[in-house]
């Protein structure tokens, strides 16, 4: 399996069928990040920005941003 990956972190994708819509969240870190695409390239697009809005209001609150868990 492949993951959707963007710097140090991946995304946990679902696909909802009846919304005909993709819902992901950055996985291996307590913080909650999730975003929303209808395709995949909207998706990816999407994965980018919710990193980069995440490292954002990290530095803005000064907190460090959670580094994806390795195992």
């Given at each position: ?8 972190y ?6 909802d069928?009846e919304?005909?819509?993709f819902?992901?969240k950055?996985a291996?870190?307590?913080?909650v990040v999730?975003?929303h695409a209808?395709?995949?390239g909207?998706?990816?697009?999407a994965?980018r ?8 209001t990290c530095?803005?609150?000064g907190k ?7 195992g």
């Amino acid at each position: 399996m492949s993951a959707m990956r963007h710097k140090s972190y991946a995304a946990h994708i679902e696909y909802d069928d009846e919304d005909g819509i993709f819902h992901g969240k950055i996985a291996g870190i307590d913080d909650v990040v999730s975003f929303h695409a209808t395709n995949v390239g909207d998706l990816r697009a999407a994965f980018r920005e919710a990193v980069a809005d995440y490292m954002a209001t990290c530095a803005r609150i000064g907190k460090p941003p959670q580094k994806a868990f390795s195992g």
